[in-house]
């Protein structure tokens, strides 16, 4: 009776590292979500038809090639485009200091670098998740 | 979120993959909103061919299922696509990965691909899986592909959900006297076995094949084929298609279509039934605790407390769906 957060992790473009990926995806099932993990090379096109079939309550999108600044803008205008942009979407990998204010500014809700402690990333997923279920 | 149920079902029927994909949600979630939406598309269900892909972690369900619907899609049918990966016993949590391997299906908006956890259910589905096939039906997919999760022996579920059954083998797994065995094997009315580039795949082929042969034929408008192929390249998929169509064809031809219908529905409403008397049993609203009470001093007998429950939750159940369902049609309600 339950609703159970619904999370899709995937990794877009270039980027053959996946470790990252796999123990967020981890933490977040033994937190007690459902992870729909959608491996790696994925295109923007992918990722947003998926979770937007999915009906996930996050985006998390895993990211260690540094093309995040062309491929998260690209992520946000498919949200639109397939009427998903109430769904939240959250950034992680390698990403320059720099680049986290573009981010945010881009509307990525929040951005998880490598020194993350996994608790708080649970308790983040958890918020962003309610935000998107109250709207 | 607030929700519009009438609206959401009519956007369904209309064919809406945002619609699809938020009443699959409302349905997963079970309660009230799911029963209602459930009801409200069930008339609209009953055009598509529901198919299960069943078999061992591993054997290439998943990869099968992107196959198949691939190949339906160049013969012209809208697919649906149902992906069960299991629930973590511990967490409750769970990693759906079924999707992974029909990655590209996302391309094309003919398909739509939804995966769920199995959230405790033990016959290879998920408690969601009849309703979330009757939406992808009404919302016009032609073929319901059902994958359940990777199963052992016994867990046969799918049978009392699809109208036709694929059963996936890979070869390696063990001699003939597995493929003898009661269970899954049972169900098949399509084996398939992947992997068929392996050594040994012509020998689990003449096994499955001969098991067949045991069945006494004169009861079977059916006998199951056995069919190779390499579902990673996509190899052999044409005549597992086909057999499909002539499995659907077989059945409405010899009146067994109708006869696995009724089974299905059987099934479908006693789970259901089981599941309100499950979620009756200790609720406050009714007596039910004080008679379990009695049963642990061993005051009333087991058997008798479950009949006088039953008989107490009938009345129960109907008080509580009426006051829970205020979208339910009013000529329905004063009829009463």
């Known amino acids: ?135 | 979120m607030t929700l519009n149920l009438e609206s959401l079902a009519a956007d369904i029927l209309k064919g809406s993959a945002r619609a699809l994909a938020r009443g699959l949600t409302v349905v997963e979630k079970g309660g009230v909103a799911a029963e209602a939406l459930s009801e409200r598309i069930y008339r609209h269900a009953g055009a598509a061919h529901v198919v299960g892909i069943t078999g061992s972690p591993g054997t290439g369900k998943s990869t099968l299922a992107r196959a198949l619907a691939r190949l339906a899609r160049v013969r012209g049918l809208t697919v649906g696509i149902v992906a069960v990966d299991p629930s973590s016993p511990f967490s409750g949590g769970s990693i759906l990965g079924d999707r992974i391997r029909m990655n590209d299906l996302s391309m094309d908006p003919g398909v739509f691909v939804r995966s769920m956890a199995t959230r405790g259910a033990l016959g290879g589905l998920c408690p969601a899986v009849a309703d979330s096939v009757d939406l992808m039906d009404a919302a016009g997919k032609k073929l319901v592909i059902v994958e359940t999760v990777g199963v052992g022996q016994d867990e046969v579920d799918i049978m009392e959900l699809a109208q036709t059954v694929l059963v996936v083998s890979v070869p390696g797994l063990g001699d003939d006297i597995q493929t003898l065995k009661a269970g899954i094997l049972e169900i098949a009315d399509l084996h398939v076995v992947n992997k068929a580039d392996r050594p040994e795949a012509s020998r689990l082929v003449a096994d499955l094949n001969s098991i067949a042969m045991l069945a006494a034929p004169v009861q079977r408008a059916w006998v199951p084929p056995v069919l190779s192929c390499v579902a990673v390249r996509e190899e052999g998929i044409e005549p597992i298609l086909d057999a499909v169509t002539q499995h659907a064809a077989a059945l409405r031809n010899s009146g067994e279509m109708e006869s696995r219908h009724r089974r299905i529905v059987k099934a479908r409403v006693l789970r259901i039934a089981q599941q309100l008397l499950k979620s009756a049993i200790g609720n406050p609203g009714n007596d039910s605790e004080a008679m379990l009470g009695r049963v642990a001093r061993r005051d009333l007998g087991p058997h008798a407390c479950a009949r006088v429950l039953l008989a107490s939750m009938a009345a129960f159940n109907e008080a509580s769906r009426d006051a829970a369902d205020p979208l339910r049609p009013p000529q329905e309600s004063s009829a009463r």
């Open chain 1, 1 to 135: 009776m339950t609703h159970r957060i619904r999370v899709l992790i995937a990794k877009i473009g270039l980027d053959g590292h996946d470790r990252g990926a796999k123990v967020v995806a981890r933490t977040l099932r033994d937190a007690g979500m459902d992870i729909i993990y959608t491996g790696l090379h994925r295109t923007p096109e992918e990722v947003v038809t998926a979770a937007a079939q999915e009906d996930v309550d996050v985006i998390g999108i895993s990211l260690l090639s540094g093309a995040h600044m062309t491929l998260v803008p690209r992520i946000f205008e498919l949200l639109k485009e397939a009427g998903a942009e109430d769904i939240p979407v959250a950034v992680g990998g390698v990403i320059p200091d720099d680049d986290v204010p573009r981010l945010r500014e881009l509307g990525v809700a929040s951005v998880f670098l490598q020194d993350t402690p996994l608790d708080d990333l649970v308790k983040r997923i958890q918020e962003l998740a309610a935000s998107r279920q109250s709207r």
